[in-house]
């Protein structure tokens, strides 16, 4: 080998290839969104990985009205709950993907 500056790129440069199938698609973040009149009490939570049962809290807080809460998943799908600051009941067991930034309205 006469040059290993050239070796050293093109090692660089394949790896890269290899890198590129894997990133694309795989935007796994999402908004949401409090649509309504009211401010929105937002639980979001995530199972612990595929096939699991078990969850847990990945945000929690409040979402001004007309307002976005960005989020970044981990696996792609989210669960949330939220309440409506005029009201005291909860409104549960909600499901969305959460890819490319997809906006979830919250009413």
Known sequence: ???PIL???V???LSGLFLVPEAIGQDKSCQFEATGPDDVYLVIREKT???ETREYVTWEGWVKKYQQKQHASQTGRVRYDY???SDDRTIGDNQ???EDGKIIRIP
């Open 1 to 3: 080998m006469k040059n």
């Open 11 to 13: 090692a660089i440069l």
């Open 49 to 51: 990985g595929p096939g």
């Open 96 to 98: 969305s993907p959460c």
């Open 83 to 85: 309440r409506l600051s």
């Open 7 to 9: 070796l050293i790129i």
